[in-house]
Structures are given as structure tokens and as C-alpha cells.
């Protein structure tokens, strides 16, 4: 397909092969291509000056991670370990992670050292892997003050005095808190002889090990410890806080916050790092990876630990703050108040039907807001959408307005349906809305026939239809696929892998672990992206539009993951917590929210006012819904078939 010939498509290619390490038969099934296919357009990428390799092919992937990482953020080197796993920050993620940070500090080591050390879960497992034949004449020093953590063992008290177990050498504590009431007392402690000794001691250390931590969701271990409230930190965030070094809240640009807590910090400040002649930063998990980046921006680290997975989420997370640069101000703000719409409404809504103000069922889509949202904001005016049962953020992606979404959950004759839909029958002809469908894979085969109506009357309009990762085990899906790829019908199947059909894990429903790999049976592409991405959505959907108009169908595989139960009814017991907190972790919301700060999109001011604007949008809204009339008991007969 002539696709596959273009200059964007090779550089992809060449990325995905050279420089995330893919192998050609992962490529060719993402592009439904043959193998050889790959090789040959890789081929073709160094022959017309495409690609352009500067490292040995033979090369591993940790070390072409290490050579970008080093070269990008001028950094004096960079560890590198297997992530084991497709989620970073598991146990045996840590573990090598710790191993690697332990053998670089045990080759460091030399008489008359001074070693600065912070907190955290990563700094503890370098110390229970570090291991020395003789004791060193050296002097630890504790970074900061204490923070009482509810694990002890990773607080920064504790791991000073450990290292200088280890070592044979002698330590130097701070034996006041990290933070403290007032940036008055605060001034007050910091002159205290004792105190202000071990901090000058510190900021003269040779090497300095720290962690890094993440505050994208307005949690952070100072919130945990009960220093700050929830409030305080949900402010920070708000001001672009959205990551933590030596405890100090740092912004998405990289530069330090400044005013309150901050103000209340007793410890080394990051300023000073750039004095000290090695930084070394042990952190890792993809919670991490864009706190990690800031940390790089602001130039405090000379040495970064991670793991691969870590590695490359940087790097990739990286290239999508650039390319915001490519998508309109007013386009990105657009998106982000319409996943924001999405997640108050449904929060709402899962209030109003705990207090029977509503009745009936509900599917919340709480942490897919990029993958159901984004798609109705990349496509066309004129494009048809279906959706799904799961369906909120499919309309308000397309352009439905609150008041008549929260009319018609009220059931009243303003609603889009006319209060005869519900939740699960939401429609706006009028912004190409065709409605949500509550039969599984029910909507798929009507997709189609819109899809060649537009053909037959040679519209410039696709039609893209939701459906969910149960949903492929339906026969309507195959038939729909089969149909659409025959008459090459310009369809877009927009699959939200959510890895749950009801209660049920997706690998105990299929063997495929890839499902974009079944489009390839009906000679159709089959693309997989990170749902959670909302930049990434964005951007695949416009090309994939762009792809089903020239030459039919394609299917889009968004992994991501619903926080919310699969219906109001649905407790979770079938699901751990940590499981739900991980993934939480990983908000579309917070990470757009991100991007949009650190590439300077708008200013924590400007998303202070969306967050306030659409907050007051949905009150009114469902206000609005509350006076709305009834619909006549004289029109029950209209709007049916017979």
C-alpha cells in the first residue's frame, strides 16, 4: 500500500526498529505489512538519506537509550537495566535498578569521600545491594530533614545511617523535620550550629545520591506523611508542581517552585546540585518518566539510574512535548477542557446515582479521557461517530453540550435523546453524533453501512466507531471488519483496550496478547498506541483518518484502563487495589495537563480558570436539567417503528 512508501512512515519505521528496538516481526504486524516489506523500506530510509545511523545497528537498545539520554541532557553517564516486565516499577525492576546504582557507588568509592543521600524506595534497595570488602574513611550526609514515611526503612535518616554502616564511615544527620510550619521557622532552624554544619557539610559532598518523585496527581509522599493537605498539593500541581526532588516541588519547565511549601524546606536546595560535583538520580516506573524529565531539564543531575522502559518513556515523552508545537493552541485547550468535561460529568453522574437522584444504569469512563475523548476532537466536522455503552466521553469528544447530556441522564425533553435515550442512547445529529449503542459490537455493523453511504454519495467524511476489547470476540466485529475491508469503506474501529470485558481480564478471553494483530486477517492495518496519551491519540487519529479516506479501513488499538467499575453496580472485587492505584497513577487528564505546562501551551493560571470554568459548566448544567420540563405522556408513540 502506498502508505507504507511515505517518508513519515519510514522514519517510524527506522525509529521503532533502531531506536526502541523492535523486532521487523512486531513492525510488520503493527503496519499488517510482510516482513520483508520491513527490511526492504528500512533499506530504502538509508538509501535516500532518511535515516541517517549514527550508532552500530548491532548495538543494543540500552545502549542506544544511554548514547540519546547522555547526548540530550549532557549527562556524565546513564545506567541502563531491563525493565522484566511490560509495567516498570515492579519488584525485579527495582532490584536490578538498586544493583546497578550499588555497583556505580561501590566504584566511586575512595578515602576521604563525603556522600550525600536522600529518601526513597529506590536509594533503599541500592543500599541493601551494596556491598564493600573493606571500610572506607568516609563522612554521610543526610540531605534533609526527616519525614516521617509510613515505610521507616526508605526514610532519609535511616538510609544515612545505614550507608555509613556499610562503609565503615561516619555519618551526619539533621535531626529536625523536612518540613516545617513556617518558612519563619524554618529560617530559625537552619541557623541552628548543628543543623547548619551537616547542610554546609552536604553542599560540599563529592557525590550525592537523590530519587525523584511524582505529584501529577496531587499525591505525594509529603501528602501521605500528613505534612501537607491534599489541598496544599492539588495547589502546587495546579502552579505546574508536578515533581519532586530532595522533596523540594519542581516545575514541569524544570525550574524550582517557588513561595509555599517550599519556602517551608529544610534541606540542601536543588540550586546547589549543580555545585556538587555528581549527581546521581536512582528512579524508574513509568509514573515517573515525565517527573524524571523535568528533573533532567532543570540540570540537576549528572548521572541517571532508570530502567529501559523508563528510558525510552522519557525520550518518547520528550518528542510528544515537541510536537504540541504542531497542533493549534486553541485545538490542545479544546481537548483538554473536553477530557476535563468528561471526568466532572461522570463524577457527577456517579455521585447523583449513589444518592438515587437517578436512576437506571450508568458506564463511567473515569481514566479513559484520552482514548475516548481525543478521537471526537481529531476528527472531521462532518465525520460520523458511533459509540458505545461506555459512551460519555465519545459525545463530548465530538462536541455535545453538558446541558443536554445532563438533561437527558435526567431524563427531560431537552436532552439530546429527548430523555428517551439514557445514558446509553446518547445522540447529536447535528455534530455527527450518531448515537452510542448498548449492544456489544452491535454498532460496528451500522458503522459500516454509514460508512458506505458517504462512499456512495462520494462524501469527504469517514465513520469511526467505538468498541471495547470484549467486543473483538464478537461475530458482528468480524463481519463489520471483513465488509468494511472488502468494499474498502472508509472506516475508523477505534478499540479501547481496557483490559477488562465486565469483570473478566483480557487474557483469560482471548490468546492474542496484541489484539491490533487481527486486523491483519482481513488485510487491513492494525495500529497500537498508548490510549492514556492524549497527544499520542491526537495525532494517530488524524493520520488514520487521513489513511481510511485514501485507501479504507483501519484498526486502532488505545490501551488504557477505567478506574471506575464497569457499571454503577460493579464493586471492583474482582481487582486489587494496587492495581487500581497503579493505573491511577497514569491519569490522561494529569499527564495532558503536563504537557500542556512544561511545553508552555498555557500557564498554570489559564488551567486554573478551565478547571474552574467547566466545574461551574456542569452545576449549571445539571440546574439547568433540573428545571427542564418532562416530556408530554401524549408523545409516548412518537419516535418508534410501529
Not at 35 to 57: C, Y
Not at 99 to 117: D, F, S, T, V, W
Not at 305 to 327: F, M, N, P
Not at 529 to 538: K, M, P, Q, S, Y
Request: proline residues 3%; charged residues 25%.
Amino acid at each position: 500500500m502506498a502508505v507504507h512508501n511515505s517518508p513519515n512512515i519510514i522514519r517510524d519505521i527506522a525509529r521503532r526498529y533502531y531506536i526502541q528496538g523492535q523486532q521487523q516481526s512486531e513492525i510488520a504486524a503493527y503496519y499488517a505489512i510482510s516482513r520483508s516489506q520491513v527490511s526492504k523500506l528500512l533499506k530504502k530510509g538509508r538509501e535516500e538519506g532518511l535515516v541517517h545511523i549514527e550508532i552500530p545497528d548491532h548495538t543494543p537498545s540500552g545502549e542506544l537509550l544511554r548514547s540519546r539520554l547522555m547526548k540530550t541532557f549532557s549527562l556524565k553517564d546513564v545506567l541502563i537495566v531491563p525493565s522484566g516486565s511490560r509495567d516498570a516499577g515492579k519488584e525485579g525492576t527495582a532490584l536490578r535498578v538498586g544493583n546497578q546504582a550499588a555497583a556505580y557507588l561501590k566504584e566511586l568509592l575512595m578515602e576521604g569521600m563525603r556522600i550525600g543521600i536522600e529518601w526513597g524506595t529506590s536509594l533503599y534497595h541500592m543500599l541493601e545491594q551494596l556491598h564493600v570488602d573493606k571500610p572506607y574513611d568516609v563522612e554521610v550526609y543526610q540531605m534533609h530533614g526527616v519525614i516521617e514515611s509510613p515505610s521507616c526503612d526508605i526514610e532519609g535518616f535511616v538510609l544515612a545511617r545505614k550507608l555509613a554502616r556499610i562503609l565503615g564511615g561516619r555519618v551526619r544527620l539533621i535531626q529536625a523535620p523536612m518540613v516545617v510550619a513556617s518558612q519563619q521557622l524554618r529560617d530559625m532552624l537552619v541557623t541552628e550550629q548543628k543543623i547548619a554544619d551537616t547542610l554546609e557539610g552536604a553542599r560540599s559532598a563529592d557525590a550525592v545520591f537523590i530519587g525523584i518523585g511524582s505529584n501529577e496527581t496531587g499525591e505525594n509522599e509529603l501528602c501521605r506523611a500528613g505534612y501537607l493537605s491534599k489541598e496544599e498539593s492539588l495547589a502546587v500541581r495546579d502552579r505546574g508542581g508536578t515533581a519532586t526532588i530532595s522533596g523540594w516541588f519542581l516545575h514541569e519547565s524544570g525550574q524550582i517552585m517557588e513561595g509555599a511549601p517550599n519556602n517551608r524546606m529544610i534541606g540542601v536546595h536543588p540550586d546547589k546540585f549543580r555545585d556538587i560535583p555528581l549527581v546521581v538520580a536512582v528512579a524508574y516506573g513509568e509514573y515517573k518518566q515525565r517527573s524524571i524529565l523535568s528533573a533532567l531539564k532543570g540540570g540537576y543531575i549528572d548521572v541517571l539510574a532508570t530502567d529501559e522502559q523508563t528510558a525510552r518513556g522519557i525520550l518518547d515523552e520528550l518528542e510528544q512535548q515537541s510536537r504540541l508545537q504542531d497542533v493549534p493552541r486553541e485545538e490542545l485547550l479544546l481537548m483538554y477542557e473536553r477530557m476535563l468535561r468528561s471526568r466532572l460529568l461522570d463524577q457527577r453522574l456517579e455521585e447523583l446515582f449513589s444518592e438515587k437522584e437517578l436512576y437506571g444504569t450508568t458506564h463511567l469512563s473515569i481514566g479513559q479521557e484520552a482514548s475516548s475523548v481525543v478521537p471526537g476532537c481529531a476528527l472531521e466536522p462532518q465525520d460520523y461517530l458511533f459509540g458505545t455503552h461506555r459512551g460519555h466521553g465519545h459525545a463530548v469528544g465530538k462536541g455535545l453540550d453538558a446541558a443536554s447530556f445532563m438533561a437527558e441522564m435526567f431524563g427531560k425533553v431537552t436532552g439530546c435523546a429527548g430523555g428517551r435515550g439514557g445514558s446509553m442512547h446518547l445522540v447529536d445529529v447535528s455534530k455527527g453524533i450518531m448515537g452510542m449503542n448498548g449492544v456489544v459490537a452491535g454498532v460496528l455493523p451500522v458503522a459500516v453501512g454509514a460508512a458506505l453511504s458517504a462512499r456512495m454519495l462520494m462524501e469527504d467524511r469517514v465513520s469511526a466507531v467505538f468498541l471495547g476489547d470484549g467486543a473483538t470476540n464478537e461475530g458482528a466485529f468480524h463481519e463489520a471488519m471483513n465488509l468494511a475491508a472488502v468494499w474498502s469503506l472508509p472506516v475508523l474501529f477505534l478499540c479501547e483496550n481496557n483490559l477488562y470485558g465486565m469483570s473478566v481480564h483480557i487474557e483469560r478471553s482471548m490468546k492474542v496478547e496484541n489484539l491490533a494483530i487481527r486486523a491483519s486477517a482481513y488485510g487491513m492495518p492494525g495500529w497500537t498506541i498508548d490510549g492514556n496519551n492524549a497527544l499520542e491519540v491526537f495525532h494517530t487519529v488524524k493520520r488514520a483518518r487521513k489513511y481510511a479516506r485514501e485507501h479504507g479501513p483501519l484498526f486502532l488499538v488505545m490501551n488504557t484502563y477505567r478506574i471506575s467499575g464497569h457499571s454503577k453496580s460493579d464493586v471492583n472485587a474482582y481487582r486489587t487495589s494496587e492495581e487500581i492505584d497503579a493505573w491511577s497513577r497514569r491519569c490522561p487528564i494529569a499527564r495532558f495537563r503536563s504537557q500542556l505546562l512544561s511545553g508552555r501551551i498555557c500557564s498554570p493560571e489559564d488551567i486554573l480558570q478551565i478547571d474552574q470554568r467547566e466545574a461551574q459548566h456542569i452545576r449549571d448544567a445539571e440546574q439547568l436539567a433540573r428545571r427542564s420540563p418532562d416530556p408530554d405522556p401524549e408523545d409516548v408513540m412518537e419516535c418508534i417503528y410501529s
